[in-house]
T-cell receptor, first 111, second 114 residues
Framework: EDKVVQSPLSLVVHEGDTVTLNCSYE??????LLWYKQEKKAPTFLFMLTSSGIEKKSGRLSSILDKKELFSILNITATQTGDSAVYLCGQRGAGSYQLTFGKGTKLSVIP | DGGITQSPKYLFRKEGQNVTLSCEQNLNHDAMYWYRQDPGQGLRLIYYSQIVNDFQKGDIAEGYSVSREKKESFPLTVTSAQKNPTAFYLC?????????????FGDGTRLSIL
């Protein structure tokens, strides 16, 4: 059975710190890996990764995929209190549109 | 504005009662999904539909039912057979054309037992 594991499950940092969130997956036919940010309600899409070694970047957030080792990381530099959220990682298998999600990482950024 | 609208935002269910959660999208998306979110559990797939008049069970379909009579609508019914319905329910959709498209989510419905 496909499985997506995120670590850590929760994390508390101070403003200005850099954080790395991890997502590992077990899948026989990989298609893509997606990252979402969830504050109070709807998860909002951050990145979709399909190829190894190619970094996706948006402002202070970046993400990269390692298809050989079956993991992805999400980096946030110079964290702000507005980065406080649950970050979800979801994996999509080949020939499928469904996403299998991990349990999420709850990030709290304190002033 | 295009988007996914879920209603109501909060819903209370009495014992033995069926309740229906609404999900409407005006994005012209083909595929729609229902997820359940419990604290510390991430998102778990209940049902999904790739096309009108067709849908498939997800990982936790027992106690739930859906219909897909129109492209823009995918209501979820939580039946009395679902013994632990208290959770946050999220609806999502995406376009199938163009290949690998991300899912987009509604704002969710929080369901509680009275």
């Amino acid at each position: 059975e496909d499985k997506v594991v995120q670590s850590p499950l929760s994390l508390v940092v101070h403003e200005g710190d850099t954080v790395t969130l991890n997502c590992s997956y077990e899948v026989t036919n990989f298609r893509s890996l997606l990252w979402y940010k969830q504050e109070k309600k709807a998860p909002t899409f951050l990145f979709m990764l399909t190829s190894s070694g190619i970094e996706k970047k948006s402002g202070r957030l970046s993400s990269i995929l390692d298809k050989k080792e079956l993991f992805s990381i999400l980096n946030i530099t110079a964290t702000q209190t507005g980065d406080s959220a649950v970050y979800l990682c979801g994996q999509r298998g080949a020939g499928s549109y469904q996403l299998t999600f991990g349990k999420g990482t709850k990030l709290s950024v304190i002033p | 504005d295009g988007g996914i609208t879920q209603s109501p935002k909060y819903l209370f269910r009495k014992e033995g009662q069926n309740v229906t959660l609404s999900c409407e999208q005006n994005l012209n998306h083909d595929a729609m999904y229902w997820y359940r979110q419990d604290p510390g559990q991430g998102l778990r797939l209940i049902y999904y539909s790739q096309i009108v008049n067709d849908f498939q069970k997800g990982d936790i379909a027992e106690g739930y039912s859906v219909s897909r009579e129109k492209k823009e609508s995918f209501p979820l019914t939580v039946t009395s057979a679902q013994k632990n319905p208290t959770a946050f329910y999220l609806c999502a959709s995406h376009a199938k054309s163009g290949g690998n498209q991300p899912q987009h989510f509604g704002d969710g419905t929080r369901l509680s037992i009275l």
